[in-house]
Every structure is written in structure tokens, then in C-alpha cells.
């Protein structure tokens, strides 16, 4: 039987429950008029005070007061929880969703809060478990229009995420007009491996055809801008300095408030004693992996900048292509698995930048164990401006087609062809030496391609001006050969598309046959992925023709 109490205690707990009620009150306010940090603390502040209760609760006058206090937790830990969901404290907010549902699993309003959050962290099934959950509750039918667009959402993406079957078509065919089309985070058939080039590398796990997607994942933080037009470099660069501060901030940020992104930032390397780097299991980067699984390891800022210096990659590459409104802009961006990807000069993959996505395609057929490799910088070049770029990036290049030329660069007729495009002789004639000394040296298959990949600005302006093709036309071999071979060297690549196309267009008295047509578009889904259909394809090789940009 319950123990009478004295009229005193009972007015102590009239207060107590009184102060509760007005805290929850403000803190209920403060969600409601959006002020997200003000409302974590008052709810804070309150779900310590129940917590307190609940462990001091012993012989309160209200029978129910235990059963009250824990339903009062359930829906501030919930209420909390959208809050830090608001500011992108995920990981904190999923915490406040775990300890809720503890309480009330079937909490309607916590499952909800809870599948937004997953979704925002890329975990579609997780998501989609929760939405449908709620959707049992007797409160879905007034939502249930939204939490049905949730439950479709998610299953698209599950989708996606497991098939890798994007399709950007209708949205390029329409000009890149309105919403990118969702994207999802998805992972292809490709593991991290120690590389004989330096540290950890990405290799394929089966035979992978041009064009096909390797994987495609969304940034950790991204920054864009437009840059001055204004000839002052003093402004532009001041203009990039800004940038590279925010897009350092956007990063800290991401890192402070998402366990995971912190764990996967830290696997990155800082350029140092990159072979000693331990090589992460593929699971990491999947989007289903649980927060939890993440330990927070010491990320200080010194170790943030030299991760960035190594790892961020800028849109508007040699090697990448942005589709949609983010053209005009420079654009700098982290995304992690695609950080692990080292340079070659022969190169067998690209990006396509959609948005905060970047998608990663072979740009030519990929052998089961190879390394996937893109152009960090341009290498349709000569290898001495090669060797130039790659000391800005901190390494000297040793794949297979700078071993190739530094064993040719050396031979007396190289160094005249190179000393006669410096001089700027006629560019005809420096490709028949050029061709010439590979039949004499018995340059074969590949390497043909290397060469040709390191000529290209020649070649490509030679096959372009008629008085050079009326001289050395019948001496030289035939553009599309040479397109072929640099392309099975180095993998597609836009410029050697666009020559083929307005090559194509002369022969063909301004339009392009069939038969030309489908190689020009093989040709395409190695520059842009097989995430188009064919008459997407054909809008993305007219405007690679129109392209104002000359190389
Ligand atoms: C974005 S990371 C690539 C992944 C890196 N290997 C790792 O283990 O994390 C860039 C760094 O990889 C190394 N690297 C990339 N390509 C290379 C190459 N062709 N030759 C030598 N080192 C290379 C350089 O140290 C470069 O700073």
C-alpha cells in the first residue's frame, strides 16, 4: 500500500513537475520556430532532468508518474533528434532515435525522424524498414501521402544503389533543364589494393567494358564559385583562396557532426608513407555500414589540410565532365572512393560530375585485376610536360607508358621532332618523322598509341588544316586510325572525340553516316558512361562539337 505523504513533498513535486512541463514547453516552442541549436539545449537540458527523475522516482503520488516521466524522454529524445537532424548532426540525432525507440519502438514520430536521417545517410533499406514501420501506425494516414513519397524514394535508391542502373537520359535530352535525376551512392565491381604506383590503388574484380560505371558516390563537402574574369591573377587567386577556406570549413564540419565521414576521412592519406598505409576493406564505403561501426580517431587540422592537398579534386579536370548547372562554375570537391584512384598516363577510367555526384566509368574495356587509373592532369602531352605536372602533384609518374617514352625520348630523331615543334614547324611534316620513326623503331600496338597520345596536338591540327592534309595526307595514316589507337592507349577522351566528330562531318559533306555514327558514339560512352541512351548520346556529341574550348 502506498505510504501518505507529507503536504510539503507533495508541493515540492507540484514544483518540480511544474518547471518540467514549463522547460518542455520552451523547448517545444523553440523546435517549432525552427531554432534548431536553442532547442537541442533546452531539450537537453530536459532529458537530463527526466533522466534524474526517472532514477530518483520512488514513491511519487501519481501512480503513473514513471510511465509519464518515460513517455515525456521518448518524445524530447525525439524532438532532439530532429533538431540535430536539422543542423546535420546525424550521428548524434540517430543516437537520440536509438535511445527513443528503446523506450517506445514503435514510436510514429521517432521512425519518421529516424528514416529521414538514415536516408540522409545514404541507408536506403535501413530507411525504407523504418518508413515502413510507421506506416502502420494509426497517425500515418494523415501523412501517409509523405511517408509513401519516403517509402518510393527509398526503394528507388535501394535500387539503384544494388543495380547501378542510373539513367541521366530524359534530363540531358531536355537540355539539363529542372532537378538532376536522383543519384545513389553505389559501388561496382571494384576493391582497394596496395599499387605498385604508390600507396593503395582501386582495382577492377572483373573484366569491365568501356563506359561501364565503376561507381558513383556523393561528396563530403564540395565548393563552388565563379572565378574573376578580370585579367588581375591577383584576383582570381584571391578569389580561389576564398573558396579552398569555405570548402575547408564545409569539410571540418562534415567531419565534426558524422562519425562516419570523420572514419572515412582518416583512412585518406597526407602523402606520407603512403606503401605503410593500411589498405580499407570495401564495406567502409557501402552505404548500409551503421554509424556505429566508426570509432573517432584524432583528426587534427594540420592532417585535414594535407589530406585535402593530396585528395581534393577540382570539376572542371582534363579528365572529368560536368553535366548541368554547375558549368560556369570552378567547382573543388572531396569524394572518397574516388580518392583512392592514382594517376596514370594511361589511364583507363573518367568522372562525369552530376551535381555533389561524381560518377567514375571506364573510358576503355579493364582487365579483372587491373589497376583503375585517371588523368590527374592532361596526358595527351609530350612525356617531358608530363614529368612537369607531375612534380606539382608531389611523384614522379612510373606507369607503363612513361617507361615506354623515357626509352625512346632519348633517340636523336625524338629530340628533333621535339626541337621542330618547338620551332613550330609544319605540323604535317612532324607527323610523317613522327610515324616514320616508329615504323623504324618497330613501335607496336600500344605503344603506337602512347606516342600518337603524347603528338596529339599535332596530330589533331594537322588532320584539321586542309593545306597540311593536301601535302602529307597520303603519307600519314588516316584520322580515324590514329583516334582508335590513341583511344585504346589512353582511354576516351573529349578532344579526340570532338576531332572525330568534325572529322566525321567534313568527310561526310556535314553529316555523319551510320556506320560512323556508332563509333563516334562507342567512342562516347568511354568520355561519358553508359548512363545515356542513344539519343541522349547523340545530344551530348553535338554539344562536344559546339564546345568553345580549344586544347
Ligand atoms: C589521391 S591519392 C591516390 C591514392 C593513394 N595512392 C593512397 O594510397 O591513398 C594521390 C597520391 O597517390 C600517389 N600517386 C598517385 N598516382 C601516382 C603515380 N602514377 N605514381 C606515383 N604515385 C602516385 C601520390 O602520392 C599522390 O599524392
Known amino acids: ?33 525552427k531554432e534548431w541549436n536553442e532547442s537541442v539545449q533546452a531539450y537537453s537540458l530536459f532529458i537530463s532532468l527526466c533522466h534524474n527523475q526517472i532514477s530518483n522516482t520512488h514513491n511519487h503520488s501519481d501512480p503513473d508518474h514513471l510511465s509519464k516521466l518515460h513517455k515525456s524522454l521518448c518524445l524530447a529524445l525525439s524532438n532532439r533528434a530532429e533538431a540535430l537532424s536539422r543542423l546535420r548532426h546525424f550521428t548524434d540525432a540517430l543516437g537520440d532515435c536509438y535511445q527513443a525507440l528503446k523506450i517506445d519502438s514503435a514510436h510514429f514520430k521517432t521512425l519518421l525522424c529516424k528514416g ?105 563537402a564540395t565548393e563552388r564559385g565563379i572565378l574573376p574574369q ?23 564540419e562534415s567531419a565534426t557532426k558524422c562519425h562516419k565521414t570523420h572514419h572515412l576521412i582518416c583512412r585518406l592519406s597526407t602523402g606520407e608513407d603512403e606503401d605503410g598505409l593500411e589498405v580499407p576493406d570495401l564495406s567502409l564505403f557501402r552505404p548500409e555500414t551503421e554509424e556505429s561501426s566508426f570509432s573517432n580517431e584524432k583528426l587534427d587540422m594540420g592532417k585535414i589540410l594535407s589530406i585535402l592537398d593530396v585528395n581534393s579534386l577540382v570539376e572542371d579536370a582534363i579528365s572529368a565532365k560536368v553535366l548541368g548547372k554547375n558549368s560556369d562554375y570552378y567547382g573543388v570537391g572531396i569524394w572518397v572512393l574516388a580518392a583512392f584512384i592514382n594517376h596514370s598516363c594511361y589511364p583507363n577510367a573518367r568522372r562525369v560530375h552530376v551535381g555533389d555526384y561524381v560518377m567514375v566509368h571506364a573510358s576503355r574495356d579493364i582487365k579483372a585485376g587491373e589497376e583503375v587509373t585517371f588523368a590527374y592532369f592532361d596526358v595527351l602531352l609530350p612525356l617531358r610536360n608530363r614529368r612537369e605536372m607531375a612534380k606539382t602533384w608531389c611523384f614522379s609518374c612510373n606507369c607503363k607508358r ?123 560512352r568511354g568520355v561519358y558512361g553508359k548512363v545515356v541512351k542513344k539519343q541522349a548520346m547523340r545530344t551530348l556529341l553535338e554539344l562536344c562539337i559546339q564546345e568553345q574550348k580549344h586544347y
Open 230 to 252: 578580370s585579367n588581375s591573377e591577383e584576383l582570381g587567386k584571391n578569389a580561389q583562396l576564398v573558396m579552398w577556406k569555405n570548402f575547408i570549413d564545409k569539410v571540418v
Open 402 to 524: 612513361c617507361k615506354f617514352e623515357e626509352g625512346i625520348c632519348g633517340k636523336q630523331e625524338m629530340i628533333e621532332i621535339e626541337m621542330g615543334l618547338d620551332r613550330g614547324l609544319e605540323v604535317g611534316g612532324i607527323v610523317y618523322r613522327l610515324e616514320e620513326g616508329m615504323r623504324r623503331w618497330m613501335v607496336r600496338g600500344n605503344e603506337k598509341g602512347f606516342l600518337r597520345a603524347s603528338f596529339w596536338a599535332v596530330y589533331s591540327e594537322a588532320f584539321g588544316c586542309e593545306k597540311s592534309m593536301r601535302r602529307w595526307g597520303r603519307r600519314i595514316p588516316a584520322m580515324e586510325a590514329v583516334v582508335g589507337s590513341v583511344v585504346e592507349a589512353v582511354g576516351s577522351d573529349e578532344r579526340v572525340l570532338k576531332a572525330l566528330m568534325e572529322g566525321l562531318k567534313r568527310s561526310g559533306g556535314g553529316g555523319i553516316g551510320m556506320v560512323e555514327m556508332e563509333r563516334a558514339m562507342k567512342l562516347g
Open 1 to 33: 500500500m502506498r505510504e501518505s505523504k507529507q503536504p510539503d513533498m507533495e508541493d515540492l513535486e507540484e514544483e518540480e513537475d511544474r518547471m518540467m512541463q514549463q522547460l518542455r514547453s520552451k523547448a517545444t516552442e523553440l523546435l517549432l520556430r
Open 116 to 220: 529521414k536521417i538514415l536516408l540522409n545517410l545514404n541507408r536506403y533499406s535501413a530507411a525504407l524498414d523504418c518508413f515502413k514501420s510507421a506506416l502502420l501506425d494509426p497517425q500515418a494516414s494523415l501523412n501517409s501521402e509523405t511517408i509513401n513519397g519516403y517509402l518510393d524514394k527509398c526503394k528507388k535508391l535501394e535500387f539503384l544503389s544494388r543495380t547501378g542502373a542510373f539513367d541521366l537520359s530524359d534530363w540531358i535530352v531536355n537540355g539539363f533543364r529542372g532537378k538532376p535525376p536522383e543519384l545513389a551512392e553505389y559501388i561496382g565491381t571494384v576493391e582497394i589494393k596496395k599499387s605498385e604506383m604508390g600507396g593503395r590503388g582501386l582495382f577492377a574484380t572483373k573484366n569491365i567494358d568501356a563506359g561501364t560505371l565503376l561507381f558513383l558516390t556523393k561528396a563530403i
